[in-house]
């Protein structure tokens, strides 16, 4: 497979030569790659890590395909939900571009930003348009592998929802897709690279991270629940001005053009010619344009921390303060106080915790949607309507412990786990006292605020009477978060290395103080239409976390070596 994506780049070798691409030096540069490629393990799925030093191989990659592919059967389905194969193929690209994207943006930046071919390839006579050429087509035929996955059954599939004779043309549709996939994500990294500081460029790539996961979580929830596909089936989409630069639209258009010709106006005809043109004239416009001096700013990008300036030490100086001062007043034991104080600082600084974690600040609004827009109704405002007058406010608070779950699965772990020899290295006998302001600090950071934004919305549509639901059910987030680090997360904050499965024992512990807190939940809905009931169980909840916050301060370094072990 990979001599066979070498010799299809080789067709493009006189466009590159051109550019000032050095094409046997990305011959040579490729080959190497690809070759290292099959033998590093593949990091997708957990597997057993012995068998793949046994082996020199990373069994997984079938499973990924297979995933991969298990997705494209359900995008290809799509196809069979319009009447026009333009608007069929123009939804169906837009997901399948939008899912590439998707992939390189969370597993290729990495590869993209790889500092070490600078110390490796650079010393040799290599210019700056090879070296970017060579790690965008890099990636591009590890992605090309994962989209003939993806794009196998919308093949197979279209020649039912079309007709046989649009087969050949899919094919080259999934290839001018699979480019401009690759092409527009390269793009604006190296815009980005070019206009905005190294600091603000590892931010923004985050939180591009996190707004791209969203987008595709809410849209395969919500999507259905809130368009009606009736309505789309018999839209014209070259009817509207916008279409026009839709990269999706042009992909689409190639069939439109060859298949149905005789519907196809002037206007489909360059769109068509635009779809595939457009991937050799963005190959250019990198190679030629944004690839010089890509590597001296790769190198600024790799050795900036962000926090070495006088400016960044001022500014961050009244929120230091702040941070100081709720410390003293919900951790006012010293040991206690160290441990909310290291948890605060790195929760709100290490970007790889906060992708892991800011996606489920969303994805708690996009389920509750799901759920409460899920009753019968013909439109939404009767749907609105109908939520107002029900209890479900109870649901969209106790779902806000998936957040705090989250934050706790995710709080114990990092790549840099080597530094917390300093919490072994102080005298402290009891590490419980560390533990405990690790929950406060996530708690006070995150989960409370979180709450608090959902208790503003429960108001404001349900009214002042479900305060008394909100405080109960927040305790009740707040003891299944003890729950869960009492039994499952005794971990130090950000003092072990990165885990790739859970043991079953786990598992079944987590499911046991699930479907606990999901009792207390449902006994909760069930006396929610008495308001003093509820206002005298918030009394015993708030007893009840600081009997088992008093506990959590207990433990001891023997229960968190042997957790470890």
């Known amino acids: 497979m990979n001599k066979l994506f070498l010799k299809l780049i080789a067709l493009f070798y006189p466009m590159l030569e051109r550019s000032g691409v050095n094409v046997s030096q990305l011959y040579q540069i490729l080959k190497i790659k690809l070759l290292i490629d099959n033998r590093r393990p593949k990091t997708a799925f957990a597997q057993n890590r012995q068998a793949t030093k046994k082996t020199g191989k990373a069994g997984n990659i079938w499973g990924i395909y297979l995933v991969t592919g298990l997705m494209g059967v359900m995008v290809a389905f799509l196809l069979f939900l319009f009447k026009m194969p333009l608007v069929g193929q123009t939804v169906y690209f837009t997901l399948f571009m939008v899912l590439l994207a998707l992939t390189m943006i969370t597993d290729f930046t990495t590869v993209l930003l790889d500092v070490r071919d600078q110390y490796i390839i650079l010393p040799r006579p290599v210019n700056d348009r090879t070296l970017t050429v060579s790690r965008i087509l890099h990636i591009g035929i590890y992605v090309s592998k994962l989209a003939l996955a993806q794009g196998l059954p919308g093949v197979i599939l279209v020649g039912f929802a079309d007709s046989w004779a649009a087969v050949p043309v899919f094919i080259v549709q999934l290839v001018e897709a699979t480019f401009l996939s690759i092409l527009l994500v390269n793009m604006v990294y190296l815009v980005l690279m070019k206009l905005v500081s190294p600091q603000k460029f590892k931010d923004i790539i985050s939180y591009f991270q996190i707004g791209f996961s969203v987008l595709i979580f809410g849209s395969y929830y919500l999507i259905p629940r809130l368009v009606d596909t009736t309505v789309l089936a018999n839209i014209n989409l070259l009817h509207y001005a916008w279409a026009y630069f839709m990269p999706p639209v042009w992909i689409a258009a190639l069939n439109e053009a060859l298949i149905h010709w005789s519907r196809a106006g002037a206007l489909t005809y360059v769109l068509a010619v635009l779809g595939l043109a457009a991937p050799l004239i963005g190959l250019w416009l990198v190679a030629r344009v944004l690839a010089p001096g890509f ?102 608070i106790y779902l806000s412990t998936f957040v705090l779950a989250s934050i706790l699965q995710h709080i114990s772990y990092t790549e840099k786990f080597k530094a917390s020899w300093v919490y072994y290295a102080l005298p402290i006998s009891k590490p419980g006292k560390i533990l405990s302001g690790m929950y406060k600090a996530v708690s006070t950071l995150y989960y409370l605020p979180y709450c608090i934004v959902l208790g503003m919305i429960s108001v404001y549509i349900w009214g002042p009477s479900v305060i008394n639901d909100i405080i109960l059910a927040t305790f009740a987030g707040l003891i299944y978060g003890l729950l869960t680090a009492l039994f499952l997360l005794k971990g130090l904050p950000f003092s072990k290395p990165v885990m790739v499965k859970q043991s079953g024992g786990r598992v079944a512990v987590s499911l046991l103080i699930t479907s606990f807190v999901g009792l207390i939940g449902f006994a909760h809905y069930l006396l929610s239409r008495w308001e003093i009931v509820i206002w005298i169980l918030i009394i015993p909840a708030m007893g009840l976390y600081w009997l088992m916050m008093h506990y959590y301060k207990k433990q001891s370094w023997e229960s968190i070596e042997v957790e470890e072990l």
Do not use: M
């Open 295 to 396: 590597n001296r700013k790769l190198a600024v990008v790799a050795t900036s921390d962000g926090n070495s300036t006088t400016d960044t030490v001022t500014k961050e100086k009244p929120g230091f303060r702040l941070v100081s001062r709720i410390a003293n007043l919900l951790a006012p034991d010293p040991v206690e106080n160290a441990g909310f104080r290291i948890t605060w600082t790195l929760a709100a600084r290490i970007r790889e915790f906060k992708i892991k974690v800011y996606p489920a600040f969303a994805y708690v609004p996009i389920y509750f949607v799901y759920f409460a827009f899920n009753s019968k109704g013909t439109g939404l405002s009767e749907k609105y309507e109908g939520l107002q007058h029900s209890h479900k406010y109870i649901l969209l």
